[in-house]
């Protein structure tokens, strides 16, 4: 007997007027005690989002190509002929930053001029993720960008794009991020460990992703400089939105699998596969 209630509560008025249909109320109201909220609020897991600056938060372009900028479209900022680094805080805003990383894919030094156009709700965006996304608890470490990812700690893959035979193929393989060791910027170890479980690559180019385990990368289309009404970043955005769905998972890679989100990731399906395969293939031998 004792067995049969442990698991159990049971809500009942005082009204026995009705014993048949009081027992049927009863029946009804039974609820496993395991779905009752009785205990602390669970704590978020805390998790490190990789993201990709270039296609996600702004449009980079170089000043030979304006001629493919609307004339209504001013730059945020611009930069040139001094190390990578430098350039993002010349960005508003986005050297506050904790429990992340900032990607950056070009040269380490630039030797032309480049503007900067920031997307919609960039700012806020930004500021959302950090006071709100995730634990309370991170609202203090504002000010901790982990590191700036940039082209020389990626992979190159020795291939070009298929868009342009010009441009490299360089790949953020987040394994050096995981093992901590031969990385430029070392995460503290009061971080904790960081594996696919708790790790996710926000990018715009899929085949950045192919060195990486499955689902630990989300690919939301890229960001173009006349895309001004753009409301992805904005309040109930669809990356803000799957966002706090990602604070409240268990594991990143569970959540990505559950919840598809922007362009797929490449796989033996990819209509580009036999290209992407033959890069696979090339470090499988190494």
């Not at 904790?192 to 926000?202: A, C, E, M, R, V």
């Amino acid at each position: 007997m004792a067995e049969k209630n442990k698991s159990k509560v049971v809500c009942s008025d005082d009204d026995h007027s009705d014993a048949e249909e009081s027992k049927k109320t009863l029946d009804d109201l039974t609820l496993p005690l395991e779905k009752l909220n009785l205990g602390p609020e669970k704590k978020k897991k805390k998790k490190l989002l990789v993201i990709g600056l270039g296609g996600l938060l702004c449009h980079r372009v170089y000043r030979t190509e304006k001629i493919y900028i609307p004339n209504y479209r001013r730059p945020d900022a611009a930069y040139g002929n001094y190390k990578r680094i430098n350039c993002f805080y010349n960005i508003n805003s986005f050297h506050y930053m904790s429990h992340f990383v900032v990607c950056s894919i070009r040269a380490l030094f630039c030797l032309i001029l480049i503007t900067v156009y920031k997307r919609p709700y960039c700012e806020e965006f930004m500021k959302w993720y950090l006071d709100n996304a995730l634990d309370c608890g991170m609202k203090g470490l504002r000010r901790k960008l982990l590191f700036a990812w940039d082209q020389v700690e990626c992979t190159d893959s020795g291939f070009k794009t298929l868009e342009n035979q010009k441009k490299p193929i360089f790949l953020k393989g987040l394994k050096k991020i995981w093992e901590n060791k031969d990385f430029k910027a070392s995460l503290p170890s009061s971080m904790g460990k960081y594996s696919s479980l708790n790790t996710l690559l926000i990018d715009d180019k899929a085949y950045k992703a192919l060195l990486n385990p499955a689902h630990t990368a989300i690919f939301p289309p890229e960001f173009k400089v006349d895309q001004v009404d753009d409301k992805a970043l904005g309040p109930n955005g669809e990356l803000r939105l799957y966002l706090e769905g990602l604070a409240d998972a268990d594991d990143v890679t569970s959540y990505v699998k559950d919840h598809p989100f922007g362009q797929p990731a490449i796989t033996t399906t990819h209509s580009d596969w036999d290209f992407y395969s033959k890069i696979l293939t090339h470090f499988q031998k190494d």
